[in-house]
């Protein structure tokens, strides 16, 4: 279950590089339809919008991808279980004091 998860996280980190990378390369270098018409300082702002959206593309699908992920009901180790409750049932008094802060007093 972990390793699915990490190799999940691992492909989407990769995406959130390699997809805006590409976009600006195909940009730069005329590769994508219509960019040869754009001028040089529009072709920066789309290329860099396209590449934002795509990275939020990603992020959105990652997080679609995560929200599928079965749900598992997690039971607490019984021990721990009892060491929590019977901490929280200790009376609570007034805290020890160190020798520390009673010769600071004196």
């Known amino acids: 279950m972990a390793a699915a998860v990490i ?11 390699i997809a805006p990378l590409a976009i600006l390369y195909g940009f730069n270098h005329n590769l ?3 960019s040869t018409n754009l001028s040089p300082h ?18 959105a699908f990652y997080i679609y991808m995560a929200m599928k992920e ?26 020890p004091t160190s020798s520390e802060s009673i010769k600071k007093r004196e």
Not at 7 to 17: N, Q, Y
Not at 42 to 59: C, E, H, Q, R
């Open 7 to 17: 190799k999940k996280f691992f492909i989407a980190s990769m995406f959130m590089w």
């Open 42 to 59: 529009a072709m920066t702002l789309v290329s860099g919008f396209v590449a934002v959206i795509s990275v939020n593309i990603v992020i």
């Open 70 to 95: 079965p749900v598992d009901k997690h039971e607490p180790d019984p021990k721990f279980l009892a060491d929590a409750k019977a901490s929280v049932s200790q009376p609570t008094g007034e805290a």
């Open 32 to 34: 994508l339809p219509g």
